[in-house]
Nanobody, 128 residues
Framework: VQLQASGGGTVQAGGSLRLSCAAS????????MAWFRQTPGEEREFVAV????????RYADSVKGRFTISRDNAKNTVDLQMNSLKPEDTAVYYC??????????????????????WGQGTQVTVSS
């Protein structure tokens, strides 16, 4: 299984970026695909997840209203549209996927321990 993330870059505060993650080797249409981010010296933190073919979503409070996660089950991809970016959004962003169908309310969807598959990370830098 491989997850290939792309779309990172440098943008000014208030700008937008769109990250994309393509999965190969298996499908995840009935489980969770997510984005996490990490800054040097910090733990990897949850950003957003999209669960099941119905597209249930959850977001970290820090990105709610600014970021939108979406998936294309036919293409086995998950995207993260990031608007109104802030300098504190600067981080390496990782896509993740799980083949486990947790209960819809499970905290595992927002925990890095809940994911067995990870992409290589893509740098997002927001300048002030």
């Amino acid at each position: 299984v491989q997850l290939q993330a792309s779309g990172g870059g440098t943008v000014q505060a208030g700008g937008s970026l769109r990250l994309s993650c393509a999965a190969s080797g298996r499908t995840f249409r009935n489980s969770g695909m997510a984005w996490f981010r990490q800054t040097p010296g910090e733990e990897r933190e949850f950003v957003a997840v999209i669960i099941t073919s119905a597209g249930t979503t959850r977001y970290a409070d820090s990105v709610k209203g600014r970021f939108t996660i979406s998936r294309d089950n036919a293409k086995n991809t998950v995207d993260l549209q990031m608007n109104s970016l802030k300098p504190e959004d600067t981080a390496v962003y990782y896509c993740a996927a799980t083949s486990v169908r947790y209960n819809s309310g499970s905290p595992y969807y927002q925990s890095k321990e809940g994911y067995a598959y990870w992409g290589q990370g893509t740098q997002v830098t927001v300048s002030s």
